[in-house]
């Protein structure tokens, strides 16, 4: 895989656009040598800006080719975003589809980043004489391969780091695991700046040789095509989210043609209901629930057991690593043989896997918090039945999942608490039939008559992605705190069910 360059064809069903392994060579080649006689130093990091498209994964080949390490950045990010990780990170390049506004761009200059945009280059240009001088490829197994930032895009960044090392450890147990042949024709409906959309659903079976087809991410009009979609190409393996199954087994007609082999889900709870209905959609029985996490290179689990039914919570079996649940989460404990929890006792989940991050970005201190002896805490809340099956029940985490992207309360807390008027901040998840999870916040103001409540809006709006606006707002007098002077988001959360939310159709 990718040594050998024994890549699939990529599609895009949308735009008719269809790349051969030839193709996709030829581009890759003259991409490296843009990018070697372009001043590209091994290990130098590069931000996309874009993805979903075939340039996108061509341009990751093109910058691994040549010693690049590469960093996704989220298209919907705003500028301050776009700032905050440019600061922390440092890429050497800086990738776009089309150029970003005059204001950025000087912000970016500023940090001695290059941009570069796409549309204004001839992507297919042979190589300048003595750039490529023949060498095929400058990655080193391990060297920093991928950054993807899952937090702190408003304040200190976390950023999860990759070597080829552990990619390629995740692709070899995952091929290992589940075989190729449902993955001859995979469909991509996923973002492509996170692990389950870049690492697993498009990567693994890409760089295994088959053919990968890809369409932008959750978009209702799309959705509502799905099975035409399948039907038309042919696809026999996708992977998706609970909440886009949810919109789709709503608007989509089911395909016809049966071609799908195997489906996965995962990124967020899947409850037995929606298992089923998925699997009354696409006509397989191979509707897998697959457990990931981006610090593991993604799918680390999932139901691969015969004859097993569906049920809330089941993630299955590992692929590729260890899995362990213990009592709590010293280091100690790993090699305490009463520190594992029985059959059926609930605890804190904790991984082995070759496919481990090296690391969170610049942050040891983070890394030495979930990383001990190689062992990597989830921060989930599981359990094994007396099969060794794997159950989920919770999670420790105060992140919010919407719809399968990951919303963390603290960098909406860092955005309003910005705000001159703010006085206290605190954000939350609260349930949402659709996506599973909704962000909500509560603020005291110290001011809160309209044209503050106005202000403080438009300030969020500026400074938040669309999918970290705060769907519902609260007015309190005081945030409540435990007895250490903490705030505790689900107190702050039931709290805020018993009140009101501000109109905010009043506010736009």
Known sequence: MFLDLAVGRLVEPLTGKEWSRSDILRRLVARRGYYRANGLNSGDRVFIHFGNSAEFLIEV???????????????????????????WARPRFSLWEHPPD?????????????????????????????????????????????????????????????THRSLRARWMSLRHSLGLESFQRTLCLLPTHFGHGLICNCLFPWLSGQDLFLLPPFKPDILSRL???????????????PSV????????????????????????????????????????????NAYG?????????????????????????????????????????LFDPDGEC????????????????RGYLDRDDLTAQVVSMGWFATGDIGLRDDRGWLYLRGREREEINKGGMKVHPADIDAVVERFPATAEVCC??????????????AVVLLTQDEETLRALFAWA??????????????????????????????????????????????LR
């Open 428 to 441: 939350f998840g609260y349930p949402d039939t659709l996506l599973g999870e909704d962000v909500g916040i």
């Open 342 to 357: 029985a059959p059926g006792d609930p605890g804190q989940v904790w991984v082995h896997t070759p496919a481990l991050m």
């Open 227 to 241: 099975g035409a979609i399948v039907d038309e190409h042919r696809i026999t393996f996708l992977s998706s989210v």
């Open 102 to 162: 005059n204001e950025l761009a000087t912000s970016l200059s500023t940090l001695a980043i290059e941009l570069v945009d796409l549309s204004a280059i001839d992507l297919d240009a042979a190589p300048a004489p003595g750039t490529d001088n023949g060498r095929s490829t400058d990655l080193r197994l391990d060297q920093d391969a991928l950054v993807l930032f899952t937090s702190g895009t408003t304040g200190q960044p976390k950023g999860v780091v990759h």
């Open 61 to 87: 080949l093109a910058l691994w080719s040549a010693g690049g390490c590469v960093v996704p950045v989220d298209p919907r990010f705003t500028p301050f975003e776009i700032e905050t990780l440019a600061q």
């Open 245 to 288: 199954w949810r919109l789709a087994l709503r608007i989509a007609p089911p395909p016809r043609d049966r071609t799908l082999q195997r489906v996965f889900i995962g990124s967020a709870p899947l409850s037995a209901a929606l298992w089923e209905g998925v699997r009354d959609w696409t006509g397989t029985r191979q509707v897998l």
């Open 461 to 506: 709006t500026r400074h938040l992605a669309r999918h970290q606006m705060p769907q519902r707002w609260f007015l309190v007098e005081e945030i409540p705190r435990t007895s250490r002077g903490k705030v505790n988001r689900v107190s702050v959360a039931q709290r805020c069910s018993t009140l009101a939310p501000i109109d905010l159709s009043a």
């Open 293 to 333: 996490i981006t610090e593991t290179g993604s799918w680390l689990a999932g139901t691969t057991m015969p004859d097993f039914s569906p049920e809330d919570g089941l993630v299955g079996v590992p692929w590729g690593g260890i899995v362990r649940i213990l009592r709590n989460g010293s280091p100690e404990i």
